[in-house]
């Protein structure tokens, strides 16, 4: 028996663990621009909310969890928690994508299963959490799906690009050239290849869902080649 969209939006209130006043909020955080008759509507401007308070809170939650560290320290473990990869994690952990409304192309397409869709979803979430309920009730919630990741990092990472800069700077080198090489998909859906090249070596390929999640993915791999 097929859920009505009541009934769908119960269901994802209690995996969230919170009772909704204004279950309209849920319902707006779980639909894509593609599954409305103005694309202008959607989850964007809550996502664009949860962002703001998801970094407020798990950066309150850094200051208390590392009172030694310095900004820069903080900064990067406040990148790699809140980046889009690990916001897809807990969409998916969460089990949001079979709930996500996308129009029946865009759900063809995979749209369930990328990662900037999920990571979206995931910060609208957030952003109707807390509108619903306030700061004290979306505080619990972050911090039961970030408190984890937050303690598993013992150090700050350090991102791929950082490290392949250094290595070449540590050997004299000129500094990583990083170019597009392709582009391809919608634009609310895009994904992008990138190549990256150091003085002397191979150059490496990467993709993603962003322009600098691609150059990551390519730092990564020619890391892997000139530390072999």
């Known amino acids: 028996m097929r859920l009505t969209l009541s009934d769908m939006i119960n269901q994802v209130a209690e995996v969230l663990g919170h009772a909704f006043s204004t279950p309209q909020l849920l319902e707006e955080a779980l639909t894509h621009r593609s599954a409305t008759p103005r694309r202008a509507e959607g989850y964007e401007r809550l996502e664009f909310l949860g962002d703001r308070v998801l970094g407020l809170v798990v950066t309150d939650m850094l200051l208390a969890a590392f009172p030694d560290e310095q900004e820069g320290a903080l900064a990067r473990r406040l990148a790699a928690l809140v980046c889009q990869e690990t ?3 807990v969409a ?3 089990g949001l994508a079979p709930h996500i409304r996308l129009s029946r192309s865009e759900a063809d397409s995979g749209g369930r299963e990328n990662d900037a869709i999920l990571s979206d979803v995931c910060e ?16 619990p919630f972050i911090e039961r799906h970030w408190a984890g990741r937050l303690a598993a990092a013992i150090a700050p990472p350090q991102d791929a690009k950082t490290a392949l800069q ?18 391809k998909g919608p634009d609310h859906a895009p994904e992008f290849t990138v190549s990256v090249s150091v003085k002397g070596k191979p150059a490496t390929e990467g993709t993603g869902s962003s322009k600098r999640a691609a150059e990551q993915m390519a730092a990564s791999r020619l890391m892997a080649t000139v530390t072999e």
């Open 87 to 89: 916001l897809a994690d």
């Open 92 to 94: 998916r952990e969460l």
């Open 124 to 139: 609208a979430v957030i952003a109707a959490i807390y509108c619903d309920g306030g700061l004290d009730t979306v505080r």
């Open 166 to 183: 250094e290595w070449a700077q540590g050997r004299g080198l000129p500094l990583p050239d990083y170019s597009i090489v392709d582009r």
